[in-house]
């Protein structure tokens, strides 16, 4: 498994924005897909987006296409997304999280992050 830590978040108003960061230690990074959840209060965990582990294939939620973007620097074992355009309902808890293989679902993953608080003011 691979250890990791968010950074980044914050308050931002609505229409700015944000790059959150994950930083991964413990195993080779390169080897591992990575992937962006939020959690609002009271709601589930939802998937944001997710990158292979050489940034080759990439996925976004519908709800994020268009405004976030997901990118990784294997040399840095930093994964990062990009969060333009933001609106209230993005506000969120967001964690990141890493695993041998690819997938655009919240289960299986095999490591997580603490996750950084969004607020997005209206």
């Known amino acids: 498994q691979v250890q990791l830590v968010e950074s980044g978040g914050g308050l931002v108003q609505a229409g700015g924005s944000l790059r959150l960061s994950c930083l991964a230690s413990?195993?080779?990074?390169?080897?591992?897909?990575m992937g962006w959840f939020r959690q609002a209060p009271g709601r589930e965990r939802e998937f944001v987006a997710a990158?292979?582990?050489?940034?080759?294939?990439?996925s976004h939620a519908n709800s994020v296409k268009g405004r976030f973007t997901i990118s990784r620097d294997n040399p840095k074992t930093t994964g990062y997304l990009q969060m333009n355009s933001l609106k209230p309902e993005d506000t969120a808890v967001y964690y990141c999280?890493?695993?041998?293989?690819?997938?655009?679902?919240?289960?299986?993953?095999?490591?997580w992050g603490q996750g950084t608080q969004v607020t997005v003011s209206s």
């Open positions: 999280a890493a695993d041998r293989s690819f997938k655009t679902k919240v289960g299986g993953w095999s490591s």
């Open positions: 413990g195993r080779t990074f390169s080897g591992y897909a």
């Open positions: 990158i292979s582990s050489n940034g080759g294939m990439t």
